[in-house]
């Protein structure tokens, strides 16, 4: 059973950054795509960012391009989430999810994804 942990949440003023981690245990992680989702109450579930299996694509959604990046260490089945210029629209819920193997396509659908970390929260204050 693939475990992943994510880890680097908090709460920022407008304007800062942060860097989500999250670290899989169990399982090939190399191979597989992997993304990181967001939940804000009252709102449905996005794919904020993935990046592929060798990390030479990533993809994001447009609310985050040129502030976000998605980066990953093989090595230490670990990926991360740099977050700048946050915004109180970035409130959410961040969790991180293994997607297709061998995969460097932009896939937003949820049921792409077969294993998910419990989650971080992110609280952006004005």
């Known amino acids: 059973q693939v475990q992943l942990v994510e880890s680097g949440g908090g709460l920022v003023q407008a304007g800062g950054s942060l860097t989500l981690s999250c670290t899989a245990s169990?399982?090939?992680?190399?191979?597989?795509?992997m993304g990181w989702f967001r939940q804000a109450p009252g709102k449905e579930r996005e794919l904020v960012g993935s990046?592929?299996?060798?990390?030479?694509?990533?993809h994001y959604t447009d609310s985050v391009k040129g502030r976000f990046a998605i980066s990953r260490d093989n090595a230490k089945n670990t990926v991360y989430l740099k977050m700048n210029s946050l915004k109180p629209e970035d409130t959410a819920v961040y969790s991180c999810?293994?997607?297709?193997?061998?995969?460097?396509?932009?896939?937003?659908?949820?049921?792409?994804?077969?294993?998910w970390g419990q989650g971080t929260q992110v609280t952006v204050s004005s």
């Open positions: 999810a293994r997607g297709r193997p061998f995969d460097g396509t932009w896939n937003p659908r949820s049921e792409s994804y077969d294993y």
């Open positions: 169990r399982g090939t992680f190399s191979i597989y795509t």
């Open positions: 990046i592929s299996w060798s990390g030479v694509s990533t």
